[in-house]
């Protein structure tokens, strides 16, 4: 029997690691899905072996699809992330499942302050941005006190970022919502311009950084 390439890529892809960290730190080495591509002959008399190469060629396939698709026809947002986590040197991402359908987000620079910190997250949902100021304990596994996020709902507001409509005290909540998406920059035929965006992204953390710690 042969593997159903496009579904079974589909619940791979929402398992895959965003970092290995942990893995190199001891001392293992990292295989990755292009590695394996790479050794795999393209052709071969085995159909088991043939189907197996087709899965994860569709695997990667969707993960690069950010570098020649359209935002609006990403097969999927994952190979964006890899590449934002690698040219940010900074980041984590992962597959956030909440009642609505859930959304991939990227956070990363986080900045402490006191027993809290404060960071970014870019969410990814149906071919959507939107990039978010949020707020979490540095350990206590609480939910955010509303004095605290009455402070930084203010406090972080100006020409660029915009407060929720609503502010939930959470164990993770929204204190601020970045204005527009100019921040993801698209090229010819709406493809995403990562070098620009990289800048537009490094532009916005320096300004939280900025409000949040001073000159």
Not at 46 to 71: C, G, H, K, P
Not at 115 to 142: C, G, P
Request: proline residues 2%; glycine residues 6%; positive net charge.
């Amino acid at each position: 029997s042969t593997l159903s390439s496009s579904s079974a890529a589909s619940d791979v892809y929402k398992r895959q690691q965003s970092n290995y960290k942990d893995v190199i730190d001891n001392e293992y080495h990292v295989y990755t899905r292009k590695d394996l591509l790479s050794v795999l002959p393209e052709n071969s008399s085995n159909d088991i072996l043939n189907d197996f190469r087709n899965y994860l060629q569709t695997i990667e396939n969707n993960v690069q699809s950010y570098q020649n698709t359209a935002i609006g026809k990403w097969a999927s947002c994952k190979g964006f992330f890899i590449d934002l986590q690698q040219r940010l040197q900074d980041g984590d991402w992962n597959y956030v499942p909440n009642p609505r359908g859930g959304f991939w987000g990227f956070w990363w620079s986080f900045q402490d302050v006191e027993d809290y910190r404060i960071y970014l997250q870019l969410e990814y949902e149906k071919h959507h941005f939107a990039l978010k100021v949020k707020i979490t304990y540095r350990s206590k596994k609480e939910k955010i006190d509303k004095k605290l996020l009455a402070h930084w709902k203010t406090r972080i507001l100006n020409d660029k970022i915009r407060k929720p409509k609503k502010v939930v005290s959470g164990k993770w909540s929204t204190i601020g919502i970045v204005e527009g998406n100019d921040f993801i920059v698209k090229g010819s035929e709406e493809i995403i311009d990562m070098e620009q965006t990289v800048k537009k992204l490094q532009s916005i953390e320096q300004l939280l950084i900025k409000i949040i710690h001073g000159d």
